[in-house]
């Protein structure tokens, strides 16, 4: 185990953090669209002399090098939510973006993506002026797309390992709704998988006085949703986790119009490939059963979205939450099982098969965990992370992986 005197941020260094991090809150941009970020972690890289490179359209790859030693990889995303922020902060987005249908929304930094740029960047200046404590390359990758599942393949199908020294660990990290100084990590499973369908129920269209000459698609829908549910409750141990969301539902213009078609869009959660698979094979099952049974063609099937299962490497998760202990306390380091909550990250490393550790660290004071009120979450309008000592414990947690793997 590498033992390294972790170097501290300077009260100027951690000034230009905020600024960073106010800036990025400010303007932020949706997925697969994030030019003006790119462009900002560009100059930022060019002002520390670190080779760089764009990969899957958005992305901002830099290669730091200090010498002979070890490849570490360490990813953050770029990317906010089509969410109208509510914040009251003096640096609220008021930034509109425009989704693929060319629909304009508001766009907000709602899941903290802003934080990681701007915590990986001054990680990289603080290492970039403390190269006596550690030796090797370390690869800062700036992902795009991750709200959309898009981002990590679109950098791995334009050739990320191919263009950047491949890493022998691949670290990421993510603000949470947790204390603000804490750091929180699951060894094996981190973050489970997720499979988003879009489901075309066809039927024939009738008078709602005439029902004999309709197949209701909407009667068939509700049918499909209300089975779906059986998949978990019956089919799937109750010691193995599985969650099945019908999250929308449009069917019909009218009360007394049957229409031709309805459509429904769902989200799967699971942790085991092999449950996975399972439950996506019981759901399309239902689906064609209950079509069937209405007399109805085959319904339409899109998959809209796959997030790939993330998965903590144990030894090199033990080993790092002992680094994490020894630098931040043991108070603050907590193990925790793993989140149905879903990540792109888990493909960077598995596309080249080298272990992966991921884990959270807080971005709420103890006056907020304890209002009245709900704790905004992320991908709430509400979601404001304190400024410290949230990006100051993001840093130190960054700087202590890459050095547990660097260090000399």
């Not at 109805?296 to 809209?304: G, K, N, S």
């Not at 992320?378 to 050095?403: C, D, K, Q, Y």
Request: charged share 20%; glycine share 10%; aromatic share 4%.
């Amino acid at each position: 185990m590498t033992t390294t005197t972790v170097p501290q941020p300077s009260e100027e260094l951690t000034e230009r953090m905020h600024e960073l991090y106010r800036h990025l809150h400010a303007h932020p941009e949706l997925s697969m669209q994030e030019h003006a970020t790119a462009e900002l972690i560009e100059r930022e890289l060019d002002a520390l002399g670190v080779e760089h490179f764009r990969c899957g359209g958005t992305g901002v790859v830099g290669v730091l090098r200090n010498g002979q030693g070890p490849v570490v990889a360490f990813r953050a995303d770029t990317d906010g939510l089509p969410l109208a922020e509510d914040t009251g902060l003096d640096y609220a987005s008021t930034a509109t973006g425009r989704l693929e249908d060319g629909t304009e929304v508001p766009v907000m930094h709602g899941c903290g993506h802003d934080t990681h740029v701007a915590v990986l960047l001054t990680a990289a200046r603080l290492l970039a002026g403390a190269r006596e404590a550690w030796s090797g390359t370390l690869v800062l990758v700036f992902q795009p797309g991750e709200e959309t599942a898009a981002g990590a393949q679109a950098m791995l199908a334009d050739g990320l390992w191919e263009r950047a020294p491949r890493p022998e660990v691949v670290l990421g990290q993510h603000v949470m709704p947790q204390l603000a100084g804490t750091i929180h990590c699951s060894v094996g499973d981190a973050m489970a998988m997720a499979d988003s369908w879009r489901v075309t129920v066809h039927g024939k269209g009738a008078h709602a006085s005439q029902p004999q000459d309709a197949t209701d698609p909407i009667v068939l829908g509700a049918h499909i949703i209300t089975r779906l549910q059986t998949v978990v409750a019956r089919e799937v141990d109750p010691r193995r986790s599985a969650v099945v969301t019908v999250g929308t539902f449009h069917g019909g213009l009218k009360e007394n119009i049957i229409p031709a078609r309805a459509e429904f869009t769902l989200n799967v959660r699971t942790l085991d490939p092999e449950v996975r698979e399972h439950v996506l094979g019981a759901l399309r099952r239902i689906i064609s059963a209950e079509a069937a049974a209405s007399g109805a063609p085959e319904p339409t099937v899109e998959v809209l979205s796959t997030f790939p299962r993330n998965y903590n490497d144990p030894a090199a998760t033990t080993e790092l939450l002992e680094h994490f202990r020894r630098e931040l306390g043991e108070e603050r380091v907590v193990q925790v099982d793993p989140l149905m909550g879903s990540e792109d990250f888990g493909a960077l490393g598995a596309a080249i098969g080298v272990p992966s550790v991921f884990w959270m660290f807080g971005g709420h004071d103890a006056a907020t965990l304890a209002g009245e009120g709900p704790v905004p979450v992320n991908h709430s309008p509400f979601f404001a992370p304190a400024v410290e000592p949230t990006l100051s414990t993001g840093v130190r947690a960054a700087v202590v992986a890459i050095l547990a793997r660097l260090g000399r």
